[in-house]
C-alpha cells in the first residue's frame, strides 16, 4: 500500500537563555510529535536559542524530502500568543530564507483559540489555592492580568478582550490589564490601581507561555511594589508552559493549512434527540459557557441543577427567578447522581475531568466545554426555522460548525 507523505510541521518560537523554560518549549514540541504519529515535527527559534527558523525549516524539508506536485511541502506554526513583529516580519522572513524552492504554508499564531484561555484560567486557579497556601475564594481576589505588550495595535487590544474574558468566566472581584514591557499600564500601575479599589489580596498572572527574562523582571516589579505595601498579599502565578491546550491548537494550526481539518478527527456520533422535559441536567461551571447552555436545556423543559463556587449576574437572575437551582460551591462527584445530562463548563480542566469521568461512570451522558473529545457527548449547532431544527456535529472547529448550520438553514428556507 502506498502511503501518503504528511508534510512536516515546524514549531517557531521565540527562544529563551534559560534552561527551564527552553526545556519546557522542547518539551511542548516533544509532545505535540507524540499526538501526529508520522509527521517529523520540528522546532525553530526567533532569537536566543538554536536552531534558527530557516535552518529548522530547510533540514525539515530535507528530511521529509518533499515530492513534487501540487501541495504544501510544509507548514510552519508560530509558537507565540499575538500577533506581532515576530509573526509578521522576522519568521516569514526566515521562511523564506530556509524553503528553496518548496511550497511552506504559514499559520497563525495560538490567539484568540479559547483553549489557550481555559489553560490560563487553570493556572489562576492554582494561584487561587496552592498547595500548602490558604485557598482564595475567585470573588475576592483580584487578578493583575500580564502581557508580553507590542507595538502592534491589534495584539494590544486582545489582551484587553482576554481580561475581560477571563473577568466574566472565572468570576473574579476585577481582572486588571497590564504590560510588561512597551506599553501601559505597567504592572506596578495595576497593582497601585487594584490596592486603590480595596483589593487586599492580588493573583499578578502572566501571560507568557514560557519562564524566561520577563518572569524574572515581572517577579522583581511585583516584589518591589509588594515591598511598600505590605497591606496587600500578592501571589504571582505560573507561565501556560507545555501543556495539552497549547499542544492541540498548534496541531488544529498544522491541519488547517493543509486542508485536513477534521480529516480523520471528525464526529463520530450518533445524532438523536434528547427529550428532556422533567428530567434533571446538571451544569457544573456558572461563567458565559454555561450561560449560553442553560437556555437551551430549559427551553428542552430540563430542570436545571447549576453548581459553581461563585455564578455570574446571568446565571444568579436564572436562580433569583427560579428558572434554575444553583448551589454555590466545589462540584462533588454526588451531584451526578439523578442527572439525565451534564455538562462540564468549568474554567478547570481537571474539574471537568473528574465530571466527565464521574458522569461516564454512572453512564451519563457528558458534554466538556473545554476538550469535545474528553466527554461522551456533543453539543451540537442549532438552530430553528419554519418547524425545522437543523443541527450539526464537529469536534475541531466549531466555528465551520455554525457556518455549515447557517448554509443549511438558507438552503432550507428555499425549500
Excluded at 207 to 225: D, I, P, Y
Excluded at 276 to 301: C, D, F, K
Aim: hydrophobic share 45%; with cysteine; aromatic share 4%.
Amino acid at each position: 500500500m502506498t502511503m501518503t507523505r504528511q508534510p512536516p510541521l515546524v514549531v517557531a518560537a521565540h527562544g529563551t537563555r534559560q534552561a527551564e523554560g527552553l526545556a519546557s518549549c522542547r518539551a511542548l514540541v516533544d509532545r505535540v510529535a507524540a499526538k501526529l504519529p508520522g509527521v517529523h515535527v520540528g522546532i525553530g527559534f526567533v532569537e536566543l536559542a538554536e536552531p534558527d527558523i530557516a535552518t529548522a525549516v530547510a533540514d525539515a524539508l530535507e528530511a521529509v524530502q518533499p515530492e513534487a506536485g501540487e501541495g504544501q511541502d510544509a507548514v510552519v506554526a508560530p509558537l507565540l500568543l499575538h500577533t506581532g513583529g515576530h509573526v509578521r516580519s522576522d519568521i516569514p522572513e526566515a521562511i523564506e530564507e530556509g524553503r528553496g524552492d518548496a511550497h511552506v504554508a504559514y499559520a497563525g499564531p495560538l490567539m484568540p483559540d479559547p483553549r489557550m484561555r481555559f489553560a490560563l484560567q487553570r493556572r489562576i486557579g492554582e494561584a487561587l489555592a496552592p498547595d500548602g497556601g490558604a485557598e482564595w475564594r475567585p470573588g475576592d481576589t483580584s487578578v493583575v492580568l500580564v502581557g508580553r505588550g507590542a507595538l502592534v495595535p491589534d495584539a494590544n487590544a486582545e489582551h484587553y478582550r482576554l481580561s475581560r474574558l477571563v473577568w466574566d468566566e472565572m468570576g473574579l472581584r476585577q481582572v486588571l490589564p497590564a504590560f510588561i514591557q512597551v506599553n501601559r499600564p505597567s504592572v506596578p500601575d495595576a497593582l497601585s490601581a487594584a490596592a486603590a479599589a480595596g483589593a487586599t489580596q492580588v493573583v499578578v498572572a502572566p501571560v507568557f507561555l514560557f519562564t524566561g527574562k520577563l518572569s524574572q523582571w515581572l517577579a522583581e516589579q511585583v516584589g518591589a511594589w509588594q515591598a511598600s505595601h505590605p497591606d496587600v498579599e500578592v501571589r504571582i502565578g505560573g507561565v501556560i508552559g507545555d501543556c495539552d491546550e497549547v499542544a492541540d491548537v498548534l496541531i488544529d494550526r498544522y491541519r488547517q493549512q493543509l486542508g485536513i481539518e477534521g480529516a480523520g478527527q471528525g464526529a463520530p456520533v450518533y445524532l438523536s434527540g434528547l427529550r428532556l422535559q422533567g428530567r434533571r441536567a446538571l451544569v457544573v461551571g456558572a461563567g458565559q459557557v454555561a450561560e449560553r447552555r442553560i437556555p437551551a436545556l430549559l427551553e428542552a423543559g430540563a430542570e436545571v441543577r447549576v453548581v459553581a463556587p461563585s455564578a455570574g449576574i446571568k446565571v444568579s437572575g436564572m436562580a433569583a427567578r427560579g428558572e434554575v437551582e444553583l448551589i454555590e460551591r466545589a462540584f462533588r462527584p454526588s451531584d451526578v447522581d439523578g442527572a439525565w445530562y451534564v455538562v462540564a463548563a468549568t474554567n478547570d480542566t481537571a474539574v471537568n475531568q473528574q465530571v466527565a469521568e464521574t458522569a461516564e461512570a454512572q453512564h451519563v451522558f457528558c458534554v466538556r466545554s473545554d476538550r469535545a473529545l474528553g466527554g461522551s457527548a456533543y453539543t451540537p449547532a442549532t438552530e430553528q426555522a419554519g418547524g425545522i431544527t437543523v443541527a450539526v456535529v464537529g469536534d475541531r472547529n466549531p466555528r465551520r460548525s455554525v457556518k455549515v448550520r447557517e448554509e443549511l438553514l438558507r438552503a432550507l428556507q428555499g425549500v
